[in-house]
T-cell receptor, first 115, second 117 residues
Framework: AQSVSQHNHHVILSEAASLELGCNYS??????LFWYVQYPGQHLQLLLK??????LVKGIKGFEAEFIKSKFSFNLRKPSVQWSDTAEYFC?????????????FGSGTRLSIRP | GAVVSQHPSWVICKSGTSVKIECRSL??????MFWYRQFPKQSLMLMAT?????????EQGVEKDKFLINHASLTLSTLTVTSAHPEDSSFYIC?????????????FGQGTRLTVV
């Protein structure tokens, strides 16, 4: 069965530190990849997405992610975090290209930023 | 951007009653919508895929008779929690993608906080 693994359950960083959150998926075919963020008390928002093309994807708020097909990975990065980045981050995968393809979420990583 | 609206945002109901949650795509059509459940400090668990004009597809372990899904139009899916119990208390979230644009992200509703007392 398809699955998404986020290895970091809770990450604590100081402001201005660099961030990398790991995401690995298990699916051998074509995938679409996403990172969503959920700020406290709010609904999910899309940070960035990968469908095809350049494997280095830039998203909103200075986030980027790199798709490494050989490693089945889509790690999220940010060179310098801010206190406002405190949130829950979810990696998600959609097998295939159909709008009916279900989205499978990782377990999430809680990011806490110390001011 | 595209908007998915859920109603109500929160609801409190008594044990044994049924609760209906609506999910609407406001500016696009969605032949498929997805219903998730999120427990506190946990990830989104896919419950079922709602298919316009046909039966929903439920994930393993989800009781279809308890969580009734109806997708009567291209912009509306409903989830009815029947004979609710306190353990059904949770955060329910729907999502949808534009049926005419397959290579797009899913948009999520704001969620519905269900509390069964």
């Amino acid at each position: 069965a398809q699955s998404v693994s986020q290895h970091n359950h809770h990450v604590i960083l100081s402001e201005a530190a660099s961030l990398e959150l790991g995401c690995n998926y298990s699916y051998g075919g074509t995938v679409n990849l996403f990172w969503y963020v959920q700020y406290p008390g709010q609904h999910l928002q899309l940070l960035l997405k990968y469908f095809s093309g350049d494997p280095l994807v830039k998203g909103i708020k200075g986030f980027e992610a790199e798709f490494i097909k050989s490693k089945f990975s889509f790690n999220l990065r940010k060179p310098s975090v801010q206190w406002s980045d405190t949130a829950e981050y979810f990696c998600a995968v959609t097998p295939g290209y159909s709008s009916a393809s279900k989205i499978i979420f990782g377990s999430g990583t809680r990011l806490s930023i110390r001011p | 951007g595209a908007v998915v609206s859920q109603h109500p945002s929160w609801v409190i109901c008594k044990s044994g009653t049924s609760v209906k949650i609506e999910c609407r795509s406001l500016d696009f059509q969605a032949t498929t919508m997805f219903w998730y459940r999120q427990f506190p400090k946990q990830s989104l668990m896919l419950m079922a895929t709602s298919n316009e004009g046909s039966k929903a597809t439920y994930e393993q372990g989800v009781e279809k008779d308890k969580f009734l899904i109806n997708h009567a139009s291209l912009t509306l899916s409903t989830l009815t929690v029947t004979s609710a119990h306190p353990e059904d208390s949770s955060f329910y979230i729907c999502s949808a993608r534009d049926s005419h644009l397959p290579n797009t992200e899913a948009f999520f509703g704001q969620g519905t906080r269900l509390t069964v007392v």
